[in-house]
């Protein structure tokens, strides 16, 4: 190798002597998406978030936005105690770990958080990783492993997919939501094979929610093992805040548990709980929290504070599930198309016919002084385009109708009510 500079001809081309880029793959999605911002508008996957005021406000571009494109459903990320646990955990344990949790990266926080799950959920055993994406990953690859079956709904997270993958087992998909489906290819699999459900509690781009409780009957009538992923669930669902399978009142017939920090708890990371009696052993064979460094003192601090706060946050869900149900009714009154019929959770979907009407939506929200997400195959089911509300337990009943007020002013100018 030599110091001289890469021409352009040179990075299309690679090293390996007329090699195509391997780049070149995506120049379909880079012209698109070059198009789109070509017409004028902003790019809906780069903004920056200036300042973050509150649970609900930030400062993008210069002026005071609504933030409901966030998963903060439970608000907890400028709450003070726990806020204060993170700052003295900078205090008394420094920035990082530098290390696995398998090495020297299980400080007394990390044992703490554990805990703090354990008793939110009331398993015996409770494993954090550093991402809630690490957790599906290092789990269902831990699992099912080449042999075994996996049976997952078709519209699964990319992390649960990329879980199978990982661990090489046998994928079988059925049909979203479909009770029927998953009783037909699990009567089709071989009764001595291992084999895994696993489920969502609330399904992000939709935010509809899973038939759990005929699900779990399901899956147990064929012996199989259980993992429901309740990262949209935890906080929000049930009488302890646990998720759809405790609202569900199918716990004791569900074998693991995933969830994140990075939704209701306020923080990052992920998750496993159970009570089966060998899950400890997932602490030396689950490479994803074996081979990975261990997250920092003041976030594991942050969330086990959250975590206990959260377990007394009756009145919190209550007005969540006020503020899901007045925005649904209200985006339905003004003609907006929604992905459920009834609020369902703290996701409320609003559904257009084409990117072009999607992302011009968006940005006319954002000029308004609101930020929501906007989402697009792949993330969604082909040829859907969608603008998705997440909303918080802090926002006011006045910021849900200035909400609604943007809603309705944004439709009209660009023609979709």
Request: glycine share 10%; net charge negative.
């Amino acid at each position: 190798m030599t110091d001289a500079a890469i021409t352009p001809d040179d990075a299309r081309l690679g090293d390996a002597g007329g090699a195509p880029d391997l780049l070149s793959k995506f120049d379909a999605l880079i012209a698109e998406r070059q198009a789109l911002l070509d017409t004028g508008v902003r790019d809906p996957f780069a903004i920056v978030m200036e300042k973050v005021t509150s649970p609900t406000e930030a400062i993008i571009s210069g002026r005071r936005t609504i933030l409901l494109g966030t998963y903060n459903y439970m608000g907890m990320t400028f709450d003070p105690d726990v806020v204060a646990a993170g700052k003295q955990a900078l205090d008394d344990y420094g920035s990082g770990t530098t290390g696995s949790r398998v090495l020297n990266g299980t400080y007394q926080g990390h044992r703490e958080c554990e805990e703090a799950l354990k008793d939110f959920y009331g398993t015996s055993s409770a494993i954090v990783f550093s991402t809630g994406y690490q957790a599906n990953l290092g789990v269902i690859s831990t699992l099912a492993g080449k042999g075994d079956y996996i049976i997952l709904d078709a519209d699964s997270h990319a992390s649960i997919y990329d879980g199978c993958w990982l661990g090489n087992a046998e994928i079988v998909r059925f049909r979203h939501n479909s009770v029927e489906d998953l009783d037909k290819r699990l009567g089709r699999l071989p009764k001595e094979a291992g084999k895994l459900v696993i489920l969502e509690g609330v399904y992000s781009m939709l935010g509809d929610i899973a038939p759990l409780k005929e699900m779990v009957a399901v899956a147990k009538k064929h012996g199989a093992m259980i993992l429901c992923d309740e990262a949209h669930g935890m906080g929000f669902f049930g009488e302890h805040g646990r998720g759809v399978f405790e609202e569900a009142g199918v716990s004791d017939d569900v074998d693991f548990v995933v969830g994140t920090f990075s939704k209701s708890v306020g923080t990052v990371g992920g998750f496993c709980v159970s009570n089966h009696p060998k899950f400890e052993v997932l602490r030396l064979v689950c490479r994803p929290y074996v081979f990975t460094a261990s997250l920092p003192p003041s976030v594991v601090a942050t969330a086990a504070a959250s975590i206990r706060k959260l377990m007394h946050a009756g009145e919190k869900r209550a007005h969540l599930w006020k503020n899901s149900r007045r925005l649904h009714q209200g985006l339905r009154d003004l003609g907006f198309k929604l992905g459920t019929e009834s609020a369902q959770s703290a996701i409320i979907a609003v559904i257009f016919p084409d990117q072009e009407t999607a992302v011009g939506m968006w940005q006319a929200l954002l000029e308004l002084g609101l930020y929501v997400n906007m989402a697009r195959p792949p993330a969604t089911p082909a040829g859907m385009y969608l603008l998705r509300c997440s909303l918080c337990a802090e926002h006011s009943d006045a910021q849900v109708g200035e909400i609604l007020a943007m809603f309705e002013q944004a439709g009209r100018a660009i023609g979709c009510i």
